[in-house]
């Protein structure tokens, strides 16, 4: 089976460039989530659905950041302008509420931003 | 969700058995422990769960104490591709409360 699917899997872009990561999540999960991970923060929590629709965006940092599902077979996580603080892996995660709430990641996007 | 306390790092002889305590002395009883590990590079890999019984799957053990507050992740016998970092992650699952929150963790160093 396909695990949870991200793109780009690297990305470096100038400061001020706005930035859009993808992500497929495994197909009939119905939550799907966003994660960020640095050296100082560790793995934080940005946002995450339930069937499309946002639950909790309480740990997306500031407006520059935005998420979308527009099915349940696609996402987006966009930043706009992009800043280097911003540099970080990005983790997509998916899970189905009726298999004990296992919740499977993708490999990540890395983001340098100069 | 209850907060996990982890020692930050352990050390393991490779085909020995590594034991990754957990203390969640604030676990409530609808609160489920998790285990997750996280290689270098790579995304976030479930191990195992549970949430007062032992349980045992092909890559691990948890056995849970009786009154809940604590727990150990067992590696039966570690090879070199169990070095990683270990997350022990407490979690609700209810409608609000649905997601992973990872602490620091455990890194765990196999050695040959």
């Known amino acids: 089976d396909a695990g949870v699917i991200q793109s780009p899997r690297h990305e470096v872009t100038e400061m001020g460039q706005e930035v859009t990561l993808r992500c497929k999540p495994i197909s009939g999960h119905d939550y799907l989530f966003w994660y960020r991970q640095t050296m100082m923060r560790g793995l934080e929590l940005l946002i995450y659905?339930?069937?499309?629709?946002?639950?909790?965006d309480s740990g997306m940092p500031e407006d520059r950041f935005s998420a979308k599902m527009p099915n349940a077979s696609f996402s987006t996580l966009k930043i706009q302008p992009s800043e280097p603080r911003d540099s970080a892996v990005y983790f997509c995660?998916?899970?189905?509420?009726?298999?004990?709430?296992?919740?499977?990641f993708g490999e990540g996007s890395w983001l340098t931003v100069v | 969700d209850a907060k996990t306390t982890q020692p930050p790092s352990m050390d393991c002889a490779e085909g020995r058995a590594a034991n990754l305590p957990c203390n969640h002395s604030t676990i409530s009883g609808n609160e489920y422990v998790y285990w997750y590990r996280q290689i270098h590079s790579q995304g976030p890999q479930y191990i195992i769960h549970?949430?007062?019984n032992n349980e045992t799957n092909e890559m691990a053990s948890l056995i849970i104490t009786e009154d809940r507050k604590s727990s150990t992740l067992i590696l039966p016998h570690a090879t070199l591709r169990d070095t990683a970092v270990y997350y022990c992650?407490?979690?609700?699952?209810?409608?609000?409360?649905?997601?992973?929150?990872f602490g620091k963790g455990t890194s765990l160093l196999v050695t040959p």
């Open positions: 659905f339930n069937n499309n629709v946002p639950i909790d």
């Open positions: 995660a998916s899970s189905f509420r009726g298999t004990g709430n296992t919740i499977y």
């Open positions: 992650i407490v979690r609700s699952i209810s409608n609000s409360g649905y997601a992973l929150n």
């Open positions: 549970g949430l007062k």
